[in-house]
């Protein structure tokens, strides 16, 4: 039996508008006093995470599931885990109105070159479009794929959208395409709800 196993059962809660800000939300509960949530445990977790946000085929996805073994599993997830971490790092600061650390977009950086290392020009149509070397059995193909999704949005005039959750345990990040862009929650039937019921009660307490 392959060591890296069939994709998880694992369903995430996408409410990012974006897939980098999904995959920095994939650490649940990332400010709670009482300790995150990890949602990345497995390598089937990370395929099964870029499935679900449309980065990858299924088939794709199985793939590398049966075929990548255990070491190399681990090591994606680890790295997988560091380029989040870098997201994290990069996001929050532009939420919190600083610029991010100059050794934060070196470590954006070298993940996005490295992704682009497998890419290539191709002529579609009437245009050049980036298209990948021939890379679905890699097993770092789900990062690299990550990383070029980080590297849209982080170069586009959409990153002043980026919001946090107004929940300070939370602070799920998303894009804010509202009309009035005055969105506070990740979503209203997880944290705007749960916010509204506490206020509740600490207001009947009084």
């Known amino acids: 039996m392959p060591s890296a196993g069939l994709l998880s059962n694992r369903k995430f809660q996408l409410v990012g508008g974006h897939s980098a800000l999904d995959f920095v939300n994939c650490l649940d509960w990332r400010f709670r006093k009482s300790g995150a949530e990890e949602l990345l445990t497995t390598y089937s977790d990370l395929l099964s995470f870029t499935v679900?946000?449309?980065?990858?085929?299924?088939p794709e996805a199985l793939g590398l599931a049966r075929t990548v073994g255990k070491r190399s599993a681990c090591r994606v997830l680890m790295a997988g885990k560091a380029l989040r971490e870098v997201l994290a790092n990069f996001f929050y600061s532009v939420v919190d109105g600083g610029p991010p650390a100059s050794g934060c977009m070196e470590a954006l950086e070298?993940?996005?070159e490295k992704a682009r290392k497998h890419q290539r020009l191709t002529w579609r149509g009437a245009r050049l479009e980036w298209s990948w070397a021939q890379v679905w059995q890699e097993a770092e193909f789900p990062i690299w794929v990550l990383a070029l999704q980080a590297a849209e949005l982080?170069?586009?005039?959409s990153l002043i959208k980026v919001r946090a959750c107004d929940n300070a345990e939370c602070r799920w990040l998303f894009l804010d395409t509202?009309?009035?862009q005055r969105r506070r929650w990740c979503d209203m039937n997880l944290c705007g709800n749960r916010m509204k019921s506490r206020r509740f009660k600490a207001k009947r307490k009084d």
């Not at 679900?52 to 299924?58: D, I, S, W, Y």
């Not at 982080?154 to 005039?157: E, G, K, Q, V």
Request: hydrophobic share 30%; charged share 25%.
């Open 178 to 180: 509202s009309k009035n």
């Open 52 to 58: 679900q946000a449309g980065l990858l085929k299924k």
């Open 154 to 157: 982080t170069t586009s005039a």
């Open 110 to 112: 070298e993940h996005i």
